[in-house]
């Protein structure tokens, strides 16, 4: 009990905190007041998709990682995660693979640029590039 009164003087207030790991996991920390009796369900949504699922989780556990693929969108999605009223942040994991736009084009910004987009030093100082959409 000594343990659990210290763990309140720490973290007065219930707390959940999601981070993207890749494009496939989650990992999930959190202060929520232990329940001796029951676990807690940890409450996964996927904000992209409009689904969610509930994973049992002990009642001593303060983190987790959270498998989010094979079936659970492809990666570029936006989660959120849940202990009971306890709402974590909305993180986005990247995409499982390189981006499908096409349409975006790169420029070469420095004065020596060559029309080609190619870097031209000048005075061996590197060049900056700037994204414009085409």
């Known amino acids: 009990m000594k343990q659990q009164a210290c763990q ?3 973290h007065p207030q219930e ?10 996991t989650l990992y999930c920390y959190w202060a929520i007041k232990q329940d001796p009796v029951k676990k807690h369900t940890l409450t996964v949504y996927n904000r992209t998709e409009h689904i969610s699922w509930q994973i049992e989780v002990d009642q ?10 094979q079936g659970r969108g492809e990666g570029g999605c936006a ?10 942040n909305i993180v986005s994991v990247p995409p499982t693979g390189p981006s499908n736009q096409l349409d975006q084009a790169w ?6 640029a060559s029309p080609e987009g190619q870097i031209a030093p000048a005075d061996g100082v590197l060049s900056s590039f700037c ?4």
């Open 8 to 10: 309140w003087r720490c």
């Open 15 to 24: 707390e959940i905190t999601a981070m993207g790991v890749d494009p496939f």
């Open 60 to 69: 001593h556990a303060e983190s987790l990682y959270v498998q989010i693929g």
């Open 79 to 88: 989660f959120q995660v849940a202990i009971g009223m306890v709402v974590s």
């Open 107 to 112: 420029c070469n910004t420095a004065e020596g």
């Open 131 to 134: 994204l414009t959409q085409g």
